[in-house]
């Protein structure tokens, strides 16, 4: 099935630090969501954006729905250890918004 | 307010046999999406219901198939059961509207083993 283009895959920081991973598409999305996913757990949503161009932040997250509407960005600032887990960005492509497309996921390991 | 919830947690099953999933949507949402997740992927969309009746599938075989109840809860039945049918199965609950459908909220899952 279709999956977004997400990069990096994987990403080793070390505590303190930004972080910053994108999304691309080589359709067109309507909505971009980012999920945060631990190890057995269902992934849980971060940041959700509905408009081209919009910026959002949640706490020490910061998302951007791309102008073009065929990619999204995510920063984490000041990176924590509970920040890391796999973070999947997905979107709507179509305004019935049922049927959710995600990412490869990136994966982030923090460094003690 | 109670978020989404999946039974069984975890599920061991063999090639040929048949398995439900069940999930509870978050109270306030009356739409249910099913998704199943492989190891080391993204979660890929199965299908979804919403009063009662399939809205949009995903490009999975027939032998996948769903209900949703007038509480809104649903199930995903999977029939002659394969050895790559082994992931993690995604419930996520949402709120139709009109013709639009809000944010999804996923639940913890339900671990599927095929051997």
């Known amino acids: 099935g279709q999956q977004l283009n997400q990069s990096p895959q994987s990403m080793f920081i070390q505590e303190g630090e930004d972080v910053s991973m994108n999304c691309t598409s080589s359709s067109i999305f309507n909505t971009w969501l980012w999920y945060k996913q631990d190890p057995g757990e269902g992934p849980v949503l971060l940041i959700a954006l509905y408009k081209a161009g919009e910026l959002t932040s949640n706490g020490r997250l910061t998302a951007q729905f791309g102008i073009t509407r065929k990619d999204s960005f995510l920063n984490i600032s000041a990176s924590i250890p509970s920040d890391v887990g796999i973070y999947f960005c997905a979107g709507h492509a179509n305004f019935g918004n049922e049927k959710l497309t995600f990412g490869t996921g990136t994966r982030l390991t923090i460094i003690p | 307010e109670t978020g989404v919830t999946q039974s069984p947690t975890h599920l061991i099953k063999t090639r040929g046999q048949q398995v439900t999933l069940r999930c509870s949507s978050q109270?306030?949402?009356?739409?249910v999406s099913w998704y199943q997740q492989a190891l080391g992927q993204g979660p890929q969309f199965i299908f979804q219901?919403?009063?009662?009746?399939?809205?949009g599938r995903g490009n999975f075989p027939p032998r996948f198939s769903g209900l949703q109840f007038p509480n809104y809860s649903s199930e995903l039945n999977v029939n002659a059961l394969e050895l790559d049918d082994s992931a993690l199965y995604l419930c996520?609950?949402?709120?139709?509207?009109?013709?639009?459908?809000?944010?999804?909220?996923f639940g913890p899952g339900t671990r599927l083993t095929v051997l």
């Open positions: 219901y919403y009063r009662e009746e399939e809205n």
């Open positions: 109270s306030g949402h009356n739409t």
């Open positions: 996520a609950s949402s709120r139709t509207s009109g013709r639009a459908t809000d944010t999804q909220y």
